[in-house]
T-cell receptor, first 116, second 112 residues
């Protein structure tokens, strides 16, 4: 597609339920990122996939959070047993890959999650 | 721990003013520094800087990196109301190479 596509754009869920957020990166991009942005806050790194390398999961806040990337393309971020503090915009980004300084990273529109 | 700090946190100016936004960073294995503009949800890319002292320019916006002092600035001249946004700075590096660490952002408000 032309840009990074995320779905759903908005999700309201009850506390304790599981949610899945999907990201379709730009075609051909080997690097994929998930970030979280709470209201009025900066972007918090969650996880980074690069090609076939093991993902950097160092930003996942708890074991309720997991992400996978199938076939080097689409990624799903799963939050189990959601809590109210999980409410945030979840942003996905992709980039063509590495290189000396890295490449430009392009963001999707985000998935706004509200846990009630 | 990798860290990026932006200042000021917020700024209110009038159209036509010039603003300077600051970004300092402490990132292991530093690769590059990126500036983004965020108006609604998705941050939009402005600049990527990898070399010290080389100014990047796009219209009224410009940015420069100082790798010795570990900071970058973003300048906006002749500001317009459409420049109102959150400006995010991010440093790429860390143990996984590609990870971007973001600052908390500077909220810029430009009044007519």
């Amino acid at each position: 597609g032309a840009g990074v596509s995320q779905s759903p754009s908005n999700k309201v869920t009850e506390k304790g339920k599981d949610v899945e957020l999907r990201c379709d990166p730009i075609s051909g991009h080997t690097a994929l990122y998930w970030y979280r942005q709470s209201l009025g806050q900066g972007l918090e790194f969650l996880i980074y996939f690069q090609g076939n390398s093991a993902p950097d999961k160092s930003g996942l806040p708890s074991d309720r959070f997991s992400a996978e990337r199938t076939g080097g393309s689409v990624s799903t971020l799963t939050i189990q047993r959601t809590q109210q503090e999980d409410s945030a915009v979840y942003l996905c980004a992709s980039s063509p890959g590495q290189g000396a300084g890295g490449n430009t990273i392009y963001f999707g529109e985000g998935s706004w999650l509200t846990v009630v | 721990e990798d860290k990026v700090v932006q200042s000021p946190l917020s700024l209110v100016v009038h159209e036509g003013d010039t603003v300077t936004l600051n970004c300092s960073y402490e990132v292991t294995n530093f690769r590059s520094l990126l500036w983004y503009k965020q108006e609604k949800k998705a941050p939009t890319f402005l600049f990527m800087l990898t070399s010290s002292g080389i100014e990047k320019k796009s219209g009224r916006l410009s940015s420069i990196l100082d790798k010795k002092e570990l900071f970058s600035i973003l300048n906006i001249t002749a500001t317009q109301t459409g420049d109102s946004a959150v400006y995010l700075c991010a440093a790429r590096g860390g143990t996984s190479y590609g990870k971007l660490t973001f600052g908390q952002g500077t909220i810029l408000t430009v009044h007519p």
